[in-house]
């Protein structure tokens, strides 16, 4: 029996074999308990190389998931997920946060239930406001940041080169945290980093910007965390105004004295 997929035009003929002969399969051993299947990994995003394989979400009925497991070979990884796993969003932190990216700007090649494994697959890489608030200040992204770039900071000032080249790279993971929160986005896993913000621009941060930043912090130029800092401290004043708050500012401004270490250098 065909199934009605929407296959990206980037696909190979050969990768769009094997996701129709993978589709027809599941459609024939679990008929309407096959709710959708989305691709993801390196080709869902046009990036595949010749060492890429394809990776496909199954998703089912909790009843029909029940007694599926993942499916590996050469050309496909066959990922399943029950309706309820789809639609569960795993919280910051825990490792169910960790697949949420796997969803982001992902192909959604067939969907049965009008719509809501594509909102399912949506959510999964969007923050909502309280979210974002969460990851920016109860779970200290932005303070972690502004830490370790401070211990940086400190570090160049007291003659202290490895140390300080320790800190600004143990920075960076934290300041994406902060920008991608900021703009209610997963942030996207390394290897994708300089593709999603290409293809998928942040407001306020181009692409070649914001990437020079990161190379620069970590080489451990203390002057590409004072620009940095530059332009995180306006962020938060507009995001807070986004959200009706001034959290993230006075997270920034509680800092007081030690915040003039930020300010630029002569030279």
């Given amino acids: 029996m065909t199934v009605d997929l929407e296959l990206p035009d980037w696909l190979t003929p050969a990768q769009g074999d094997v996701i129709v002969s993978l589709a027809e399969r599941n459609d024939a051993a679990h008929g309407d308990d096959l709710l959708g299947l989305v691709l993801s990994g390196s080709a869902a995003r046009d990036v595949a190389t010749e060492h890429s394989d394809l990776d496909v979400i199954v998703v089912l009925t909790d009843e029909a998931a029940a007694g599926r497991s993942t499916a590996k070979s050469r050309e496909v990884d066959e990922i399943v997920?029950?309706?309820?796993?789809?639609?569960?969003?795993?919280?910051f932190g825990t490792e169910d946060w960790w697949y949420r990216w796997s969803y982001a700007w992902t192909p959604v090649l067939l969907d049965r239930t009008g719509g809501e494994v594509t909102r399912a697959v949506l959510r999964q890489a969007t923050l909502s406001p309280a979210e974002a608030d969460g990851i920016l200040i109860d779970h200290d992204r932005l303070d972690g940041w502004l830490n370790f770039a401070y211990r940086a900071l400190k570090g160049d000032r007291d003659g202290r080169p490895l140390e300080t080249r320790l800190d600004a790279a143990e920075s960076v993971p934290w300041l994406l945290d902060v920008v991608f929160a900021m703009a209610g986005r997963v942030r996207p896993y390394n290897k994708y980093l300089p593709w999603e913000l290409r293809t998928h621009p942040l407001d306020g941060w181009a692409a070649d910007d914001l990437l020079g930043l990161v190379e620069r912090t970590l080489e451990g130029d203390v002057g590409a965390i004072r620009e940095t800092f530059a332009r995180v401290r306006p962020a938060c004043s507009s995001y807070d105004a986004s959200?009706?708050?001034?959290?993230?500012t006075d997270m920034v401004e509680g800092w007081g004295e030690e915040l003039r270490i930020f300010e630029p250098r002569a030279g």
């Fill in 243 to 248: 959200r009706g708050h001034t959290r993230t």
């Fill in 81 to 91: 997920d029950s309706w309820s796993e789809l639609q569960a969003v795993g919280a």
